[in-house]
C-alpha cells in the first residue's frame, strides 16, 4: 500500500496563491494514477485536477481551469497542485489519492477509481 502525506494547505487572501505537495512512501509512484479532490463543509469531495503515470496528460474540473496546475515528480516520488487566483469558494480539505493504473497517458477523473487517500490538508481563502 501507497502512504500519502499533503502538505502546504493554510491561509491565503483571496486572489493569492499556494501550492500543495503530497508525498508518497512505500511504493513507487509512476505505477499510480494521481488526483486531487476536495471537500467543503456541507458539500461532497469533488474532483479537482489529475495526472497520468507519466505526467504527460492532465484534467481540471472547470472551476479551476486556467488557475490551478497539478504536476508530478516521480524521482521524488511527489504531486503538486500549484493553486493560483484562489477565491473563497476553493476553501475547502484537499485529498491526494493514488490508484493503480495500466497505462502511461490516461487520465482518470472518477473518484471512484482512486483506492488510496492521504489524510486532507485545510486551505482556507478569506476575501
Known amino acids: 500500500q501507497v502512504h500519502l502525506v499533503e502538505s502546504g494547505g493554510g491561509l491565503v487572501q483571496a486572489g493569492g496563491s499556494l501550492r500543495l505537495s503530497c508525498a508518497a512512501s512505500?511504493?513507487?509512484?509512476?505505477?499510480?494514477?494521481m488526483g486531487w479532490f476536495r471537500q467543503a463543509p456541507g458539500k461532497e469531495r469533488e474532483f479537482v485536477a489529475a495526472?497520468?503515470?507519466?505526467?504527460?496528460?492532465?484534467d481540471y474540473t472547470d472551476s479551476v481551469k486556467g488557475r490551478f496546475t497539478i504536476s508530478r515528480d516521480n524521482a521524488k516520488n511527489t504531486i503538486y497542485l500549484q493553486m493560483n487566483r484562489l477565491k473563497p469558494e476553493d476553501t475547502a480539505v484537499y485529498y491526494c489519492a493514488a490508484t493503480e493504473g495500466p497505462y502511461t497517458i490516461v487520465v482518470i477523473t472518477t473518484i471512484a477509481r482512486y483506492d488510496y487517500w492521504g489524510q486532507g490538508i485545510q486551505v482556507t481563502v478569506s476575501s
Open positions: 512505500g511504493r513507487t509512484l509512476s505505477m499510480y494514477n
Open positions: 495526472i497520468s503515470r507519466s505526467g504527460v496528460s492532465t
